[in-house]
């Protein structure tokens, strides 16, 4: 553990977090709006600095890429720190003023007006890449990207064109801080040609990227749950049977070994393709197959390769 100071408040800290992690753990506030559980620090929106002091140097740095440190002593509000917010806000009240969340925390820290010349009127990205670092680095599909300079960078698909190669998981949508991207789920889509109506059913619409993917089906519920295009990536990237994408999690069903049956001969153990399941010795050195609940995926492909049926869904 880590022993430093946050607002005068002495702090215990784990090593290798940052200052923002460790004041969030000890309910302290800093404002960002670029910081996700799910992505690395990054640092882009500048509005998490504070004021760090080790030894006799004092600098302003942004505490979700600032790894916490003995004896460090950090001011969330000192008057340096305030001002930097102050500056950053202003430019992202100018960038984005329609923004509920920007125009929340300008308005925190006094600030109500921004010079008209710098104004975008209709932009709600506020470019913290939160979409893009989604897309490349969780979901690793690199579907969206960066384009332009200066006040007309923004967040793109390729040539602003059809985004190919976006799976319409919906992650860029759920880690956007203004909401900004929509993503619609429609029941009843069809295509419209000089040649009649092509009925589509259920699709996933991201009109930010130009994207449009069918719903696939689940052989159970008969419900839509996924686009077939993800699940066409998934089912060519994972090493899981094709009936594993025929149902949605929520009706899938989880086999169970019967010790009565089973001996112990290994050959679910060497078929399981996601490791699920492990052979543990029993009382008078009996051994038995084991599924790992945690690791379990449901396609039972344990069941097919069983020699004695011992393994059965519950």
Known sequence: ??????????????????????????????????SSDALKPYGACRLCVVEVTAGNASTVETSCTYPVAEGL?????????????KLV????????????????????YGIEKVDACLRLENEYCILCGLCVRACTEVVQAGAISFAGSG?????????????????????????????????????????ISPEGENFIGWQRIIENWNRELK????????????????????????????QFFDISPSYREYPEVDEELCIGCGACVDECPVGAIQLEERDKKEVRSRILPTHCCGCQTCAVYCVRAAIKVA
């Open 1 to 34: 553990m880590v022993n430093l100071s946050i607002d005068g408040k002495k702090i215990k800290a784990k090593e290798q977090q940052t200052i923002l992690e460790a004041a969030r753990e000890h309910g302290i506030e800093i404002p960002t709006l670029c």
């Open 73 to 85: 002593d950090v001011s969330t509000r000192s008057a340096k720190v305030i001002e930097a917010r």
């Open 89 to 108: 806000l202003h430019l992202l009240l100018a960038r984005c003023p329609n923004v509920k969340i920007v125009k929340e925390l300008a308005a925190e």
């Open 151 to 191: 006040k007309e960078k923004k967040v793109d698909s390729p040539f602003h064109a059809i985004a190919e190669e976006c799976i319409g998981c919906g992650s860029c949508a759920f880690v956007c801080p203004t909401g900004i991207i929509k993503v619609r789920d429609v029941d009843s889509a069809a295509e």
């Open 215 to 242: 719903f696939k089906m689940c052989k159970k519920s008969g419900n839509p749950y996924a686009p077939e295009f993800m699940l066409n990536r998934f089912q060519d990237t994972m090493n899981l049977p094709p």
